[in-house]
């Protein structure tokens, strides 16, 4: 079946730092392709989306660009915060409408 | 904007004993919800689609008796563990449509379940 792989964390850096979060999917089709973040004590929020190849999702200076060939939906971003301290999770939508999830990526920005 | 409330975010119970986990649609009404799990280290796990008035779809895998989920109304779903283990214990975390096309789900806070 569908699934999704991200990197284990957690991934610790210093403020302003560049970060990637690596993300690969394996699916029957083009599924539709997610960035959700989870801070501490809430619930999972959708960060962006990406709905078919080499569409680039972004959001609160995150990206994430829907590459076919190599079936990776990497997130970056140029200059992190210590706000954005959160978990990541990628996900896909499969042919059925459910949400595949990937394991989570723990992400602690230190000042 | 939308928002699911989960309760409670963290219980601890005996073996043996049920739990049961709510579900609430705060703002709008939810005909559809979804019951996930996540053991460490690992993706969250579909364990069941819950729609209002109607009996669960499980997914494959899944206790039916285990895990009971009840959808009584459009803005409260619940899951039961009932006679829990310690395998039992995880992170479950309830979602909903908020509206129709793929892309509207809301999360719930989750739940943090240790069974001793």
Not at chain 1, 12 to 32: Q, V
Not at chain 2, 41 to 70: C, P, R, W
Not at chain 2, 96 to 108: D, H, L, M, S
């Amino acid at each position: 079946g569908d699934s999704v792989t991200q990197m284990e964390g957690p991934v610790t850096l210093s403020e302003e730092a560049f970060l990637t979060i690596n993300c690969t999917y394996t699916a029957t089709g083009y599924p539709s392709l997610f960035w959700y973040v989870q801070y501490p004590g809430e619930g999972l929020q959708l960060l962006l989306k990406a709905t078919k190849a080499d569409d680039k999702g972004s959001n609160k200076g995150f990206e994430a660009t829907y590459r076919k060939e190599t079936t990776s939906f990497h997130l970056e971003k140029g200059s992190v915060q210590v706000s954005d301290s959160a978990v990541y999770f990628c996900a896909l939508i499969d042919n059925t409408d459910k949400l595949i999830f990937g394991t989570g990526t723990r992400l602690q920005v230190f000042p | 904007g939308a928002v699911v409330s989960q309760h409670p975010s963290r219980v601890i119970c005996k073996s043996g004993t049920s739990v049961k986990i709510e579900c609430r649609s705060l703002d709008f009404q939810a005909t559809t919800m979804f019951w996930y799990r996540q053991f460490p280290k690992q993706s969250l796990m579909l364990m069941a689609t819950s729609n209002e008035g109607s009996k669960a779809t499980y997914e494959q895998g899944v206790e039916k008796d285990k895990f009971l989920i009840n959808h009584a109304s459009l803005t409260l779903s619940t899951l039961t563990v009932t006679s829990a283990h310690p395998e039992d214990s995880s992170f479950y975390i309830c979602s909903a449509r908020t509206g129709t096309g793929k892309y509207g789900y809301t999360f719930g806070s989750g739940t943090r379940l240790t069974v001793v």
